[in-house]
């Protein structure tokens, strides 16, 4: 799966999904820090990468994408590191 991580989420996600199989690349190394959550969505796509978020704005952006396949993982926890609910993104 290729996958984008969002900057809000802990950058150690890259290294655990990496490390379980995933072409994965932070945001962060790519794209501005403060990028408006369409344009992370934009390079996602052309890259044709799954974001993985927890900001709540991709939802309202997917719902008017008309995406034809997943385009973003949300995560809705009060711990979102890999440590806490890796097992379970796996």
Do not use: Y
């Amino acid at each position: 799966m290729k996958l984008l991580v969002d900057a809000c989420v802990p950058a150690e996600w890259v290294g655990f999904l990496r490390t379980h199989g995933h072409d994965c690349e932070s945001w962060l190394q790519v794209g501005a820090p403060n990028a408006p959550e369409a344009e992370i969505r934009r390079g996602a796509f052309a890259d044709n990468r799954i974001v993985l978020t927890n900001d709540l704005d991709f939802g309202r952006l997917l719902a008017f994408s008309r995406a034809t396949h997943p385009t973003v993982i949300q995560f809705r926890a009060i711990d979102i590191r890999p440590a806490a609910i890796g097992a379970a993104m796996l």
